[in-house]
């Protein structure tokens, strides 16, 4: 099938922790972005990557590091998690070279990070 | 910067219609969407608006008007598995790169 695949699908960990999110898009688009969802449900961008290439990294503690081996990839690295870490991680691709429709994301089915 | 603004929470009965307003301010407008995302699971995309007017796609139609920063996703003949929080994201063309800015969401619940 043709998706936005991440892993895993929930995450539970203590704090202090290092932890890995993958994502992986078998669509052949050219850029993915890294998603944090919050307790009130609320999705704000964390970073994106055109062609391996980081193009957004919004305000997001240096904890994070995303990680993009080719465009088809894109993970995401968190050092010394922090309970207010906790949230759900959504992976998406897009095609930015894409015509006038500009049908916007596809997300992964998200990640649930909880730090305990 | 953006401002993206929706109800929290809509209440419908099942076979009604309810409209979703979104109203937003952003510096460099390029198009909007609403994505629908049921519980537990991935936002998944159901309409796309750049240019003012009505966008109609079976059950769920769009509207935008660029002059007054405002869309309203209209949904007719609502079904139980229309319960699902509604996600007005507006696409930011400043950066020269897609970058979608979500708004807060609307939970939707419908009612027999």
């Known amino acids: 099938d043709t998706a936005v695949s991440q892993t895993p699908k929930y995450l539970v960990t203590q704090m202090g922790n290092d932890k890995s999110i993958k994502c992986e898009q078998n669509l052949g688009h050219d850029t993915m972005y890294w998603y944090k969802q919050d307790s009130k449900k609320f999705l704000k961008i964390m970073f994106s990557?055109?062609?391996?290439?980081?193009?957004i990294n919004e305000t997001v503690p240096n904890r994070f590091s995303p990680k993009s081996p080719d465009k088809a990839h894109l993970n995401l690295h968190i050092n010394s998690l922090e309970l207010g870490d906790s949230a759900v991680y959504f992976c998406?691709?897009?095609?930015?070279?894409?015509?006038?429709?500009?049908?916007?994301?596809?997300f992964g089915s998200g990640t649930r990070l909880t730090v305990v | 910067g953006q401002n993206i603004d929706q109800p929290t929470e809509m209440t419908a009965t099942e076979g009604a219609i309810v409209q979703i307003n979104c109203t937003y301010q952003?510096?460099?407008?390029?198009?909007l969407f609403w994505y629908q995302q049921h519980a537990g699971e991935a936002p998944t995309f159901l309409s796309y608006n750049v240019l003012d007017g009505l966008e109609e796609k079976g059950r769920f139609s769009s509207f935008l008007s660029r002059s007054k920063g405002y869309s309203y996703l209209l949904l007719k003949e609502l079904q139980m598995k229309d319960s699902a929080s509604y996600l007005c994201?507006?696409?930011?063309?400043?950066?020269?790169?897609?970058?979608?800015?979500f708004g807060t969401g609307t939970r939707l619940l419908v009612s027999p």
């Open positions: 952003t510096s460099g407008f390029n198009g």
């Open positions: 990557y055109n062609n391996k290439e980081l193009i």
């Open positions: 998406a691709s897009s095609q930015v070279s894409s015509g006038p429709a500009g049908y916007g994301y596809t």
């Open positions: 994201a507006v696409r930011d063309g400043n950066t020269g790169f897609q970058k979608l800015v």
